[in-house]
């Protein structure tokens, strides 16, 4: 199973006090607004997110197609196929994918701890 590009989102109080810290850990813009609180920030294959109203809490984020710089891959497995072998192994979704669709779409699990898990198909 290929869940693509992986990220960590994260819940920001001030989104631009945020991006000058993360910045200054050496991250640069990736892609997004922070007029529309959001942001996304890369340092070498590392992908953070910064979101700020957006979300109640951190978050782990793969995207099926894409690699580590938000570009399309030439093969990959589609989120609707990732989700019926989930379901088969018996997880618990929060929200799911449109089976019946293609292209675009998500799903959300929460870990055994709590933590959401967002896989998230943009192509």
Do not use: C
């Not at 340092?43 to 399309?72: C, H, R, Y």
């Amino acid at each position: 199973m290929q869940l693509g590009a992986f990220s960590i989102s994260l819940t920001v109080k001030d989104i631009q006090k945020s991006k000058a810290f993360y910045e200054g850990l050496g991250f640069s813009d990736m892609g997004g607004s922070g007029d529309e609180g959001w942001l996304i920030l890369k340092n070498g294959e590392t992908v953070i997110g910064l979101f700020q109203g957006m979300f109640d809490q951190n978050m782990l984020t793969f995207n099926p197609g894409w690699n580590q710089s938000a570009q399309k891959l030439g093969e990959h497995q589609d989120i609707r196929e990732i989700q019926k072998d989930l379901k088969a192994k018996g997880y618990t979704f929060v929200s799911e994918a449109d089976e019946t669709t293609s292209g675009p779409a998500s799903f959300m699990l929460v870990d055994p701890d709590g933590n959401p898990i967002l896989v998230d198909q943009h192509v």
